[in-house]
């Protein structure tokens, strides 16, 4: 039972261009949201977050969107850099603070 | 600096053997996870412990085996039970019931030969 999911195992985009990748999740206990971002033989680092009070939450080149109706989120990068190559997790936070990991979009922005 | 710090970064085992992995934080928090990557996958919860002497099993316990007998530590032994133990092993922290998420190691690689 998935219970945060990420369809797109991958995604390339043009430099300069938007990324947007795209999280989906089942639990309606989950308040909070996070992105993450890993590079490869690295561990994920925390890229973004939102509750589940808002609808947008913005730092920098990184916008996070939710859309609670349709208990869907997504990450929006603009603009797109080649740095920015590497996976991309999604997690829901639920009260007791444990996180559940989506499977992971690596994306792959092309000079 | 704080920080996670986990060793070795690559690790070979032989068929057979049991092999601890570990994992030390000066983060002084409560929370420590352990989760595995495999292609494809994503991260899969393997055992967690939200206070020292007691830990809960994940999602793929079977076949691991941890402690943590100290706040700042959290080894995971990976036994001669699990059947596919070849993947990247990340350890985590967080503060129970905080909004910051985990603060992730830097992964180890176990490579059963």
């Known amino acids: 039972d998935q219970q945060v999911k990420q369809n797109s195992p991958s995604l390339s985009v043009q430099e300069g261009r938007i990324s947007i990748l795209n999280c989906d999740y089942t639990n309606s206990m989950f308040d909070y949201f996070l992105w993450y971002k890993k590079y490869p033989a690295e561990g994920p680092t925390f890229l973004i977050s939102?509750?589940?009070?808002?609808d947008k939450n913005e730092d920098g080149r990184f916008t996070v969107f939710l859309n609670k109706s349709a208990k869907h989120l997504s990450l929006h990068i603009v603009p797109s850099q080649p740095g920015d190559s590497a996976v991309y997790f999604c997690?829901?936070?639920?009260?007791?603070?444990?996180?559940?990991f989506g499977s992971g979009t690596q994306l792959t922005v092309l000079p | 600096d704080g920080g996670i710090t986990q060793s070795p970064k690559y690790l070979f085992r032989k068929e057979g053997q049991n092999v601890t992995l570990s994992c030390e934080q000066n983060l002084n928090h409560d929370a420590m996870y352990w989760y595995r990557q495999d292609p494809g996958q994503g991260l899969r919860l393997i055992y967690y412990?939200?206070?020292?002497?007691?830990?809960q099993k994940g999602d793929i316990a079977e076949g691991y085996s941890v402690s943590r007998e100290k706040k700042e530590s959290f080894p995971l032994t990976v036994t001669s039970a699990q059947k596919n133990p070849t993947a990247f092993y990340l350890c985590a922290s967080s503060i129970p019931g905080a909004n910051y998420g985990y603060t992730f190691g830097s992964g180890t690689r176990l490579t059963v030969v």
């Open positions: 939102i509750s589940s009070i808002k």
């Open positions: 997690a829901g936070s639920g009260s007791a603070r444990q996180l559940t």
């Open positions: 412990s939200q206070i020292v002497n007691d830990f």
